[in-house]
């Protein structure tokens, strides 16, 4: 059984930035899609990013662009999320996601899921 623990959220001032981590343990993490995905008070579920298994490939939402970098260590079956300029309507749960088929650029699909790391940024 794969299990993905978050970490690394919090409060944090408009313009601040934040880490997130999701530590994986149970399966072939350098074979998984990963992605991290939000869920804001009142709203949808909102894809924020993935990436390949080798880490070759990315894809953003638009919202996020040039502001949040995710990445990923094989070797420690972690994917990363660098939240940088802050913004209050980035203000989620913030969960990440597994695929065991190596998928990251769809927002379905996931076999595997955190239970989330709230993020707060106050305006």
């Known amino acids: 059984q794969v299990q993905l623990v978050e970490s690394g959220g919090g409060l944090v001032q408009a313009g601040g930035s934040l880490r997130l981590s999701c530590a994986a343990s149970?399966?072939?993490?350098?074979?998984?899609?990963m992605a991290w995905f939000r869920q804001a008070p009142g709203k949808a579920r909102e894809f924020v990013v993935g990436i390949s298994p080798t880490s070759l490939y990315t894809n953003y939402a638009d919202s996020v662009k040039g502001r949040f970098t995710i990445s990923r260590d094989n070797a420690k079956n972690t994917v990363y999320l660098q939240m940088n300029n802050l913004k209050p309507e980035d203000t989620a749960v913030y969960s990440c996601a597994a695929d065991a088929g190596g998928h990251f650029n769809s927002r379905f699909g996931y076999n595997y899921w955190g239970q989330g790391t709230q993020v707060t940024v106050s305006s």
């Open positions: 149970g399966g072939t993490f350098s074979r998984y899609g």
